[in-house]
Every structure is written in structure tokens, then in C-alpha cells.
């Protein structure tokens, strides 16, 4: 099996309902910057899985995930930014685009100045690839008809069909593209023995989580350089 089938974290109930938007960083931003993801992003308190944190699952803390680091970086740099953050497995499992009305309507509210779509993993891609491709599509549109600047990034776990197929989208679109995939086979880049449950061991550890922030922190800094 290839890592992104051998993956068995549950895609249901990574978050409570009420939770899967969640925000910080400054009041008065001058970055608006929106995160949409899933387990790598946030996971939620998962005691059956020996998880305990409420970050970006398999960080050995909140400020080592790559939404934090990535956040980190950018306010180093002096600009104040406001982040809108949410899990989206419920959406990528179901594939139900009346969620984004509902559960995650928050995110398009928040108009960021920026959208980073880091998801696909819980999508059942070897049997659902041309339909998730779809709603794929869909929901980078919308963030970009929300005034966004659209980043997209491959899989964690590399699927070679969707990730060929995130990066030619992101070309015809106009969109800026993040590769990921060659990091989930690399050992060092995942939690391995950090974990006693072997789909967490499997996600971004703390090297992991800092080579997508600083991979991100380029695309980030190329949008915002990019006349409006």
C-alpha cells in the first residue's frame, strides 16, 4: 500500500462542528491570510489515538505545526497577520459542497488577502479522484471569487494523478502551486516512534512541519509582492 492509503487516522470528527474555523494572530492585520486543510493543519484532542494536542497533527507543539511556523515567519518579517483556519475533512470525505455554505461559511466571510488549500489526503482519491477533482476546482474558485491570491499544494503522502493534476490546475488558473509530495516518504520528515498510534507516526513531525512553512513562506511572500 502506498503511505496515502496506509494513512488510517479517522477523517470524521477530526474537529467538533463549532470548531472547524478558528482564527488568530492580530486584530489590526495588514495580511489576511486563510488556511484550509485537514489533520496536518488541526486535529483535534483524540485520545483514542493517543493524540493530545489541538494543532497540526504529529507537531510536538501548537508553535512547531506549519501554520503557526509559517505565521511566525511572517510576523518576523513585520507584518501584522490575521489567519483564518479550518479543517475541511468533513468537506473532502463527503465531498458535500453544501458545507461551504454551512460548516465553513467563516472562511469565505473572512475575504483574506491570501487562501493556502493544503488538503486532499482524506478524499479517497483511488476511488473518488475525478469527482474530488471537481469540487476541488470549485472551492479554489470561490476563494479566489472572494478577493484571495489562491496557493495550492500537492499531497503530503504522494497520489502521482491528483498531484499532476493540482499543479497543471494551478498553471491554467493562475494560481501559485506548492510541491509536498516528495516529503511524505521521507522518514525523517514524519513523527516516526513519536506516536503510539501508527497514522499519527505517519504525519509531518517538527522537521516536517518546518520544511512546509518555509516551502509555503516563499509562495506567501511571492503573492505579496504581486501588484493587487
Avoid at 475541511?88 to 483574506?112: G, H, K, S
Wanted: glycine letters at 8%.
Amino acid at each position: 500500500m502506498s503511505d496515502l492509503t496506509k494513512n488510517d487516522v479517522p477523517a470524521q470528527g477530526q474537529l467538533k462542528a463549532e470548531e472547524s474555523v478558528t482564527y488568530f494572530g492580530a486584530e489590526a492585520a495588514n495580511v489576511k491570510l486563510a488556511i484550509v486543510g485537514n489533520s496536518i493543519t488541526r486535529h483535534g484532542r483524540a485520545e483514542a489515538l493517543g493524540w493530545y494536542g489541538d494543532y497540526g497533527m504529529a507537531a510536538s507543539c501548537a508553535e512547531n505545526d506549519y501554520v503557526h511556523r509559517l505565521a511566525s515567519k511572517l510576523e518576523a518579517d513585520g507584518r501584522r497577520v490575521r489567519l483564518c483556519v479550518a479543517n475541511l475533512a468533513e468537506w473532502e470525505r463527503t465531498r458535500d459542497m453544501a458545507l461551504l455554505d454551512t460548516l465553513y461559511r467563516e472562511v469565505f466571510a473572512f475575504r483574506a488577502d491570501i487562501a493556502i488549500v493544503r488538503l486532499g489526503e482524506n478524499a479517497g482519491l483511488t476511488e473518488n479522484l475525478e469527482r474530488f477533482k471537481g469540487c476541488y476546482s470549485l472551492l479554489a474558485a470561490r476563494l479566489n471569487a472572494c478577493g484571495a491570491k489562491v496557493i495550492l499544494t500537492d499531497l503530503f503522502w504522494a497520489y502521482a494523478p491528483f498531484d499532476a493534476f493540482v499543479k497543471e490546475f494551478a498553471a491554467r488558473q493562475g494560481y501559485s502551486f506548492v510541491q509536498l509530495h516528495d516529503l511524505g516518504s521521507r522518514s525523517e520528515m514524519k513523527a516516526l516512534g513519536k506516536f503510539p498510534h501508527a497514522g499519527v507516526c505517519m504525519h509531518p513531525g517538527d522537521r516536517g512541519m518546518a520544511e512546509i512553512a518555509d516551502r509555503l513562506y516563499g509562495a506567501v511572500n511571492a503573492c505579496l509582492l504581486q501588484k493587487p
